[in-house]
């Protein structure tokens, strides 16, 4: 079984069939772009699809510009390290925010038409929240743009033998022809054609694999050998106080990774809300979380358990430089795939890159158009005028993201980088969003300072974490630091950048005015807004298109299966 | 883009073509080929995959989901709302 350990890399064998299907694949997402394009004639057309798109459509596209590189590469990494603990990540994580999402927040997002999340806090709060909101907002994104950009690259480099710089040169090119063609809607409809293809090459992945270690029970078997031990198949194990798990105890998973990583995550996020924003009504806009959500409590069958099975498969991986676990999913196409599956499964994962980058590249000029240039720079022009400008950001932006992609190549899990990111920015971003929702008396000031608080604290804990005893394994400071619990430090300092949030917010509310009334309609609870439709007039949706319905059904599905693995 | 400068704009929205089409066409392309594949395959091709013809299984899959958005487009075609300024 142990093919790889004789020559210690990894290099596809790919043939004229593969090279076949992937060209098929690319000819059509350059083709989504060409057609996306007539239908641009505006620049919301451009950055929100028109307001337009069918719930099913909005709704694979939310959990796609989700499902890049960090998705498929990291979670399958994670799974081989931490076990299946990592479903943490999806059944705590981001199933209950999407529902969160699409049962409460929604409305306000959607009713209140605002064409972006950080325009949300420009009308809730005030200019300097808006402003630290987007550049933050924008800077993060053409970040992450790159460090997809990146992983896309050592894959093509691995699997193809393609230099680093083409692969990021050629691939980056793609995303550009059909975003800057097609905006938002060339990246949307790209996103669900590239869910599907991601599912049809990963469910062979996980087919096989699981047949060949002797099914589930062999794999446990086989799993309970290794170093991850026995354990790695129960979700809790090790999460008491003091922990042994490796992510750490069940305060930071529950509340650090839970509510505020992933609630921030999932529900402030632009890339994710503005799939929502282009849907064609409020009912769709709603469901458009709630419909990703089933699909996401699936997801961790397709990258963490393929995870566990590499680890069984290639036993030295994770275990030298050759053999990274980022290299899990590619590993077992290498070993179990042959020609023509082989093609599909990396049309799979050279879309999901692309995916990711687009959905990151497509929130940043958005943001960077309407919320900087338009409101501070260059206001009151043409609509078509910030159409043009949206295309040129594009570019630019492109450009950045393979600047960036070589910037990320100094971290080697690609995962704990972007949690970090996340983590400082983000987590501020839930408290911030959450109590200036639902209490009407927050102060416009109070936005901003809440934001820079919880930033710094998310900041402080990072460093302050390398020094305290309990963030190491058994209690123990270790000098050299490499055995630190990262993500451990990450969901803590998450917590703490919340709590820094909410209590300046609190603070400062207090001291200061509280916005007019009327300048919050539609934007806070229990303010509605006075020229909204009456809900009673509109159509009633039918009982399997009710949010509620929807999105209990998920919650119910996650919490059975958390059960199951407990 | 002169059109765009001279007052109002008016979205292109409605324009925007069926993706089902696309899906659909995709996946029964690829599961005839896939299928195709499966059926010639080689006895090393199936001592690849643990003794399982995953191409044909695969083919058959992705055949009956490009088959089924081809029908769902088919049986119920994308509606606009008719613009209101006509």
């Avoid at chain 1, 793609?174 to 869910?195: D, K, M, P, W």
Wanted: net charge neutral; hydrophobic share 55%.
């Amino acid at each position: 079984m142990d093919v790889l350990a004789a020559s210690d890399t990894l290099r596809l064998d790919v043939k004229a069939l593969d090279y076949g299907i992937l060209a098929v694949y690319f000819a059509l997402v350059i083709t989504i772009g060409l057609l996306a394009k007539r239908a641009i004639a505006t620049s919301e057309d451009f950055f929100l699809s028109g307001r337009a798109l069918p719930a099913w459509v909005t709704g694979l596209a939310f959990i796609s510009a989700n499902l890049g590189a960090i998705e498929i590469l990291g979670m399958a990494a994670n799974g081989a390290q931490y076990g299946m603990s990592t479903v943490h990540f999806y059944w705590i994580g981001a199933v209950p925010a999407m529902v969160f999402l699409g049962l409460v927040m929604m409305p306000f997002y959607y009713g209140s038409k605002v064409r972006s999340v950080p325009e949300y806090l420009r009308r809730r709060y005030n200019r300097p929240t808006h402003l630290y909101n987007a550049l933050t907002f924008a800077t993060s994104s053409v970040l992450i743009a790159g460090v997809n950009l990146y992983a896309l690259g050592i894959v093509l480099e691995a699997t193809l033998g393609w230099p680093l710089w083409l692969s990021v040169v050629v691939s980056a090119f793609f995303v550009l022809v059909y975003i800057t063609l097609g905006g938002l809607s060339g990246a949307i409809y790209n996103e669900v054609l590239q869910f599907f293809i991601i599912v049809a090459g990963l469910i062979p992945i996980l087919v096989v694999g699981l047949h060949s270690v002797g099914g589930w029970s062999g794999l446990q078997a086989a799993v309970a050998k290794t170093d991850l031990g026995a354990d790695s198949f129960n979700t809790w194990q090790g999460t008491g106080i003091p922990w042994t798990n490796a992510l750490g105890d069940w305060v930071g998973i529950v509340f650090g990774l839970g509510f505020v990583l992933s609630f921030g995550y999932w529900t402030t996020n632009f890339a994710e809300v503005q799939r929502a924003l282009s849907a064609k009504d409020m009912s769709a806009a709603q469901r458009t979380p709630l419909i990703g959500a089933y699909p996401k409590i699936f997801i961790p069958f397709l990258t963490i358990i393929p995870g566990l099975i590499a680890l069984v498969v290639v036993p030295r991986l994770g275990k030298s430089d050759a053999l990274p676990y980022n290299d899990a999913i590619p590993l077992l196409m290498d070993q179990f795939l042959p020609s023509g599956a082989l093609g599909v499964a990396m049309a799979g994962l050279l879309a999901a890159f692309m995916a990711g980058m687009a959905a990151n590249v497509s929130s940043f000029n958005t943001v960077f158009t309407y919320d900087i240039w338009q409101t501070y720079v260059r206001p009151g022009r043409p609509d078509g005028y910030y159409l043009r400008v949206g295309r040129v950001v594009t570019v630019a932006g492109v450009l950045v993201g393979i600047l960036t992609a070589f910037i990320a190549s100094g971290y080697s899990n690609i995962m704990i980088y972007i949690q970090l990111l996340f983590s400082f920015f983000n987590a501020p971003l839930f408290a911030t969003f959450i109590i200036g929702m639902f209490w009407k008396r927050v102060s416009p000031m109070s936005g901003i300072a809440g934001l820079a608080a919880g930033t710094a604290g998310a900041a402080i804990m990072h460093f302050w974490a390398y020094h305290l005893p309990y963030f190491y394994p058994g209690g123990v400071i270790d000098p050299t630091h490499a055995t630190m619990n990262e993500q451990m430090a990450n969901f803590y300092g998450a917590i703490l950048a919340f709590l820094l949030d909410a209590v300046v917010t609190v603070v400062v509310t207090l001291m200061g005015e509280p916005k007019p009334e009327a300048e919050l309609a539609g934007l806070v609870w229990g303010i509605p807004d006075p020229s909204a439709p009456d809900p009673s007039t509109l159509p009633k949706p039918l009982w399997w298109q009710s949010p509620k319905v929807l999105g209990f059904g998920a919650l119910g599905i996650t919490a059975v299966l958390s059960l199951v693995f407990l | 883009m002169s059109k765009e400068q001279s007052g109002e704009p008016v979205s292109g929205a409605s324009k925007l073509f069926d993706l089902r089409v696309l899906i659909g066409g995709l996946f029964t392309l690829y599961g005839v080929i896939l299928t195709v594949v499966g059926l010639l395959a080689s006895e090393a091709m199936r001592t690849k995959a643990a003794g399982i013809n995953i191409n044909l299984w695969m083919g058959l899959g992705m055949l009956l989901l490009g088959v089924f958005f081809l029908l769902w487009w088919r049986l119920r075609p994308l509606r606009h709302d008719p613009p209101p300024s006509d």
